[in-house]
């Protein structure tokens, strides 16, 4: 997958801007969405990779739009996600 960039706003002690997504019309025939484990066309969104970062860019991983809304809140740990 195409390297991309991600939330190098963030300064210490400056506010956090929310970066909008960038999002794709086609979902790339080659992938699969880890969530529904299918290659359906439509429009995606990268998600970082945990653990390939390297200074201001990353390998990403595409993720159907509606695969990737949040369906779930824990407030313990204060994080929305998606159980798959
Ligand atoms: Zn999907």
Known sequence: MTPTTANENATPG???RMVR???FEHFPPTSVCP???TSED???LLLEIDGTRM???CEGKPVHLWCA???RFN???RIIYTKV
């Open 14 to 16: 400056s506010v956090q």
């Open 21 to 23: 997504p960038r999002t």
């Open 35 to 37: 969530v529904c484990n």
């Open 42 to 44: 439509g429009e995606c």
């Open 55 to 57: 200074e201001s860019i």
């Open 69 to 71: 809304v949040a369906k």
């Open 75 to 77: 407030p313990e740990y």
